[in-house]
């Protein structure tokens, strides 16, 4: 909370129970939380490193949100392809609104971070509708993340 990231990445390296503090009451944000909205990257990063797979998909904060919910909204790609190759069945972990990762990326206006996880996401059903009914491709087409590719491609050749 003091801003001190090196102390809480030898904390979360020698301590289990750390990596799944919440540190504010309100939210229910871990320490890995707080690293990834407020930009610190390479402390994320570090942190990622100390936690164990299995741990990495039960830490949630009060919406329900795993970190790499965080990561896919703000659109931080390097925190988001460290933690779905350390675990992917965190791309599936829904929130308390009943959205997977995915479902943040495109209406923030995260493209990239939105064509990661599909193409990276094993396609099951259940992961592709929110609970209250859209699909990705609705959240999609909010979050205009097919405005780069609205020039009609060049079929003269």
Known sequence: MENNWEEVVTTYKNSP??????????????????????????NALKL????????????????GNTPLHLAARLGNFKICEKM??????????RN????APIFLAAPHGQPEIFFYLHEKFEIYDK???SDNGDTIL?????????????????TSS
């Open 96 to 99: 308390k609104d009943g959205e």
């Open 17 to 42: 129970r750390a990596r799944k503090a919440k540190l504010i009451r309100k939210s229910k944000d871990t320490a890995l939380h707080i690293a990834v909205s407020n930009g610190q990257t390479e």
């Open 138 to 154: 609705h959240v999609a087409i909010s979050g205009e993340c097919f405005s780069k590719y609205q020039q009609k491609p060049d």
């Open 84 to 93: 779905v190759s350390k675990n992917p069945k965190l791309m599936g972990v």
């Open 48 to 63: 990622v490193d100390t936690i164990d797979e299995d741990v990495l998909v039960k830490i949630l904060n009060a919406r």
């Open 127 to 129: 992961y592709l509708r």
